[in-house]
């Protein structure tokens, strides 16, 4: 069986972050693996608390799964502060990790800031080395470039331009947030692989980031090319946003079974 880990912070209310993660890499068939970087007080409205752990907590819970279960893939979503964060990158050094998916997580679905001063640089100059792709959406693309807005095509592919010479490996630009379609770009190389999708009017869309950012650590897990990871991955997230589940009062989780209720 395949083992996926995922460094992230825990949703209390179930839709995003670590549960978010587990769920997805058991909808794939394979075993589920967390570090937890910070408990989290939120549900689908907003995020109400944040209790970080110490960075050598997570050191600790690295070194149990690394020694033990090596991980097939890691998923690295929300980490809130420079000392997590080197933590992380020590130890994935340490153990040298394979198929390293980062998700750069810096505001909730809500519009919660997510980490603290000075947590972005250090991810870029830490942790961005290490991935084999970064899953950036518009705002987080905006907000590591400089550049914007973007609202079109051109301009996002414009963004993993800039983004590329930072990271290890390559740059998926999410375009959820385009005025027309939502299509995703892949930076590869020196290389545009554009992803066109169908929109799917669903306002319960909370933490899709993280479920995508998982089901292609699963696929690159699995052997899978990036290119053809990140391409199962999105049919992966389209059909779990087009099952329509609709809880709570915010925006709302998606449906991670939906490939299993088949």
């Known amino acids: 069986m395949r083992k996926v880990l995922t460094i992230a912070g825990s949703d209390s209310s179930g839709g995003a972050g670590i549960q978010a993660d587990i769920k997805t890499i058991t909808a794939h068939g394979m075993y589920a693996m967390s570090a937890i970087t910070a408990l989290t007080a939120q549900n689908t409205t907003g995020v109400y608390g944040v209790l970080e752990a110490s ?8 070194d149990c ?51 603290v001063d000075g947590a972005v640089q250090a991810l870029v100059e830490l942790l961005f ?39 290890g490996g390559s740059v998926l630009v999410k375009g959820g947030h385009l005025t ?20 799917v009017e669903n306002p319960n869309n909370h933490g899709s980031g993280c479920t995508l950012s998982s089901a292609i650590a699963c ?5 899978f090319c990036l290119e053809a990871a990140v391409r199962n991955a999105k049919r992966y997230i389209t059909d779990a946003l087009k099952a329509g589940l609709d ?11 939906c490939w299993m209720s088949k």
Not at 180 to 199: F, K, S, T
Not at 219 to 223: E, H, K, Q, R
């Open 129 to 167: 080395p290490l991935a084999e792709v970064i899953t950036p959406n518009i705002p987080e693309a905006q907000a590591l470039t400089g550049f914007g807005p973007i609202v079109e095509a051109q301009q996002l592919r414009r963004a993993a331009e800039l983004l590329a010479p930072k990271v």
């Open 180 to 199: 027309e379609e939502a299509c995703d770009l892949l930076w590869m190389n020196g290389q545009a692989i554009w992803y066109p999708a169908q929109r």
């Open 55 to 62: 960075p050598e907590f997570v050191g600790q819970q690295l």
């Open 65 to 115: 799964i690394f020694q033990d279960i090596v991980p097939d893939a890691v998923k690295i979503g929300m980490v809130s502060n420079p000392e997590i964060i080197q933590v992380i990158a020590q130890k994935l050094k340490e153990y040298d990790a394979k198929h390293i998916v980062v998700d750069p997580v810096m505001v909730a679905t809500s519009g919660s800031k997510l980490c």
């Open 219 to 223: 696929n690159l897990a699995d052997g």
């Open 247 to 257: 809880l709570g009062h915010g925006s709302g989780p998606l449906n991670h079974c």
